[in-house]
């Protein structure tokens, strides 16, 4: 079976009451915009698109734990940042999740698989251009690659599968690159000789002919900056449906637990639950949905360790949705957390 022909068939805190938090005016602070783009993201963001794995996806991606992941390959120097959020958690930021990538070489070829009508040379051997990475607090992982080459039937792409702490798959995707006379792809591919790209644009399979976007790029492109020389920078967000909000997958990681505040909806009071395993220190700011920030619940308090219940009053609040920003700061470093909030 040929590459073509498979990517065809494979698509198909305890007893604390806080006092009464006093209601901002009208101050709008820069960490403010932040909290607005989550507010937006509530109901606008999704899930990008699942892909098939193809043919050559990696045999043990633990053993790879790496940035950069370039071997013994050569080519257009290329960076990759690729930032993960979860639709399940306000779209915000997803730390401490498993991102593995692969992708082919100059010449259209993957490591660990050949030999075969598939793959003619033989690279089983090889561990090149594959890696893994853990995303940090801004949801980030980057990797130091070549810029990937083109083979039959397929557009310029990367292989991308994501895990929850445990191993759990979440997404198994694709990224797509941008095309055109000014895109990456053809300035490497035309102008890239000197660096081995040998094969041009002839022949090329385009994003809209690829069979595997055949169900489009919206959610799957990417931003592609840089020269030959200085070499390329790709950026790419992928969203995944994770943890749900409220909830934290890597609390003995992070040191603490973040719950989802009850009652949720509420009339007169909620209680924000965070189980501490370590003394720490917390702050809770609320904003609406435009990202103005309207009161402190409480700022910069040390807690034990221990399950913590900090109580929020409505106080001047109106029925509606609002999000609560809780910041932890521990030994393990500074944690943010984003809760959905309704008021009755």
């Known amino acids: 079976m040929d590459r073509k ?62 940035s950069n992941i370039i071997a013994d390959r050569t080519g257009v120097a290329f960076t990759m940042n690729i930032y993960i959020k979860n639709t399940n958690g306000n779209c915000a930021a997803y730390q401490g999740v498993l991102v593995d990538v692969w992708h082919c070489d100059k010449d259209g070829n993957y490591s660990e698989y050949g030999g075969t009508t598939m793959q003619t040379v033989n690279y089983t051997n090889y561990h090149f251009l594959r890696g893994r990475q853990t995303t940090d607090a801004n949801g ?12 039959q039937s397929r557009a310029t792409h990367i292989h991308v599968h ?81 943890a749900v909000l409220g909830t934290q997958e890597v609390a003995n990681t992070k040191n603490f637990k973040v719950e989802q505040n009850y009652p949720n909806p509420f009339r007169e009071e909620t209680v924000f639950p965070i189980t ?12 609406d949905a435009s990202g103005r920030k309207l009161l402190t619940v409480i700022d910069k308090q040390k807690l034990s360790a221990g399950k913590q219940e900090i109580k929020m009053s409505r106080n001047q609040l109106k029925s509606g949705m609002y999000v609560a920003k809780i910041t932890i700061d521990n030994s393990k470093g500074t944690f943010n957390e984003d809760l959905k909030v309704l008021v009755n």
């Open 5 to 66: 022909n498979f990517l065809r068939n494979s698509l198909g805190l305890a007893g604390i009451a806080v006092a009464a938090p006093t209601l901002l005016r009208s101050e709008i602070f820069s960490e403010e915009i932040t909290v607005n783009n989550i507010a937006k993201s509530l109901l606008t963001c999704t899930v990008t698109n699942s892909e098939t794995e193809g043919p050559f996806p990696t045999h043990t991606p633990s053993s790879l734990v790496q």
């Open 162 to 242: 994501i895990y929850k702490p445990d191993g759990t798959s979440l997404l198994v995707t694709q990224i797509a690159f941008p095309e055109g006379t000014t895109s990456a792809v053809y300035n490497v591919n035309v102008n890239g000789t000197s660096y081995g790209y040998t094969k041009g644009m002839t022949g090329y399979t385009y994003n809209a002919s690829d069979n595997v976007f055949s169900d489009g790029t919206s959610t799957e492109m990417s931003t592609v900056t840089g020269s030959l020389s200085g070499g390329y920078t790709l950026t790419h967000t992928i969203y995944v449906a994770g």
């Open 276 to 287: 501490l395993n370590e003394k720490s220190t917390v702050s809770i700011t609320l904003y």
């Open 140 to 151: 980030l992982v980057s990797f130091t690659s070549i810029f990937p080459g083109w083979y």
